[in-house]
């Protein structure tokens, strides 16, 4: 069949557009003021449900900004606001339980907020410890990052990378309801897994 047939042709291939470079940073040169980019971020957690699995969600509405200075990391600071009534974890009936008074009670409490009070780095490590204020209750939290990156991407932004986890324990902020299981534990673990992935961009 001639569509299958290998033909001897000279023309070289058409060139292919390479894409826009993206310029990697020293590391010193991330020193600066910096917004989050929400639409790369992401602000998750995950607990373990029945006693027998993991439900993952994350918070879709939120902001943030940040001072990162490279040398002087104790000068750093970084604030999170966070919209509780974004909530996602793929159930809308489980989303409604959360945002209401058992949980986050958004009607009372619309938003949940992060403020460093001290910054630490060790190389690529940073170790940002806050005040993490729930349902008007603030708590000290410390979140080991992992810096991922830096570079300026195809439109000009100078932009750095962080991974962050940490554990915390969901009654310290009031966060108590529970429902007992037949086979002996409880539905919705105590402990719950920040999970943060942060791309941030530095001010003009």
């Known amino acids: 069949?001639?569509?299958?047939?290998?033909?001897?042709?000279?023309?070289?291939?058409?060139?292919?557009?390479?894409?826009?470079?993206?310029?990697?940073?020293?590391?010193?040169?991330?020193?600066?003021?910096?917004?989050?980019?929400?639409?790369?971020?992401?602000?998750?957690?995950?607990?373990?449900?029945?006693?027998?699995?993991?439900?993952?969600?994350?918070?879709?509405?939120?902001?943030?900004?940040?001072h990162v200075d490279a040398e002087n990391p104790a000068a750093s600071t970084v604030s999170i606001d966070i919209r509780p009534?974004?909530?996602?974890?793929?159930?809308?009936?489980?989303?409604?339980?959360?945002?209401?008074?058992?949980?986050?009670?958004?009607?009372?409490?619309?938003?949940?907020?992060?403020?460093?009070?001290?910054v630490e780095r060790d190389g690529a490590e940073w170790t940002i410890t806050g005040d993490l204020t729930i349902k008007g209750v603030t708590r000290s939290v410390t979140i080991p990052f992992e810096e991922t990156g830096t570079a300026v991407d195809p439109f000009g932004n100078t932009r750095v990378g962080f991974e962050g986890a940490t554990t915390i324990n969901r009654k310290d902020w009031d966060l108590s309801w529970n429902a007992a299981l037949e086979t002996g534990g409880v539905l919705v673990s105590e402990k719950i897994k920040l999970e943060l992935d942060v791309s941030a961009i530095k001010n003009a």
């Open 1 to 66: 069949m001639s569509f299958f047939r290998r033909t001897k042709s000279t023309a070289a291939p058409a060139p292919v557009a390479a894409p826009a470079p993206v310029a990697v940073l020293e590391r010193e040169s991330i020193t600066g003021d910096y917004v989050v980019d929400a639409s790369h971020s992401r602000l998750g957690f995950s607990a373990r449900h029945a006693m027998v699995t993991t439900v993952r969600g994350q918070f879709q509405d939120f902001e943030g900004s940040a």
């Open 85 to 118: 009534a974004s909530i996602a974890t793929g159930s809308a009936d489980r989303d409604g339980h959360l945002v209401s008074a058992d949980f986050f009670d958004v009607e009372n409490h619309p938003a949940l907020t992060f403020v460093s009070t001290r």
